[in-house]
């Protein structure tokens, strides 16, 4: 039997040429459990396949963000890989996501533009692959990638890094955990009304936790 997140996709895919169709790989990637766990809102955004120039655009604002003092000089060494992590503390700024297929490697681009209150906008670029021992991979610049696992949790989905590796061509080398930032966590969380929140956490198993950021975003 269809469902419901499949006859919107349809519909929406019939109505409008470019629209997205239905997408398994997040479904498949928490199991068929997990994924009927999970609220209709959560399902239907990660179920967009978004073919040709199709985008999703998600606009809310930056809450908050904490950098300690190793997490801040984390942020600065990444701009030499494109900035992937918060350069700044700013909070209550505007901030948007767009997402796009990536023809190329069958995953996604993810592009994040988070305004600063007294510098030029941050843009963050990212793409995520669906390979590897995971089945998830996002390379986040300068060939530096993580291994993700994903957990659906009712009205949240949970992207946990399991390692992180180096990519040359079609090599991936394991960065050993003694030279990685420790644990990764981002969260995709619901809140109803078409709003949800994401929250981007990086705890190393000695400094403790180096970047917290929580932001909420409005479906466009």
């Known amino acids: 039997m269809t ?7 349809q519909r929406s895919e019939q109505l409008l040429p470019g629209a997205p169709a239905y997408d ?15 609220c209709p809102a959560i399902r239907l955004r990660f179920a967009k396949r978004l073919q040709g120039t199709a985008v999703a655009l998600y606009a809310g604002e930056i809450v908050e963000t904490r950098l300690s003092l190793a997490g801040w000089l984390l942020s600065q060494a990444c701009r030499l890989i494109g900035a992937p992590l918060p350069l700044h503390r700013d909070s209550g700024v505007p901030a948007v996501v767009v997402v796009s ?14 305004h600063r209150s007294r510098h030029a906008p941050q843009v963050i670029n990212s793409a995520k692959t669906f ?14 990638g993580m291994a993700l ?22 090599h991936h080398l394991r960065i050993p955990a003694m030279f990685s930032p420790g644990k990764t966590v981002v969260t995709h969380r619901d809140l109803g009304g078409g709003e949800f929140a994401f929250d981007l956490d990086v705890v190393h198993p000695w400094l403790g936790e180096l970047i917290h950021q929580h932001a909420i975003f409005r479906d466009q």
């Open 131 to 144: 390979a590897g021992m995971t089945g998830l991979e996002e390379l986040i610049g300068g060939g530096i």
């Open 3 to 9: 469902t419901r997140v499949q006859a919107l996709a």
């Open 24 to 38: 398994s790989r997040f479904r498949r990637l928490v199991g068929r459990e997990g994924w009927q766990g999970l």
């Open 149 to 170: 696992t994903v957990q659906a949790a009712g009205d949240r989905l949970v992207f946990c890094s399991d390692h992180y590796f180096l990519k040359l061509g079609s």
């Open 101 to 114: 297929e990536d023809r190329a490697s069958g995953g996604q681009r993810w592009t994040r533009i988070y």
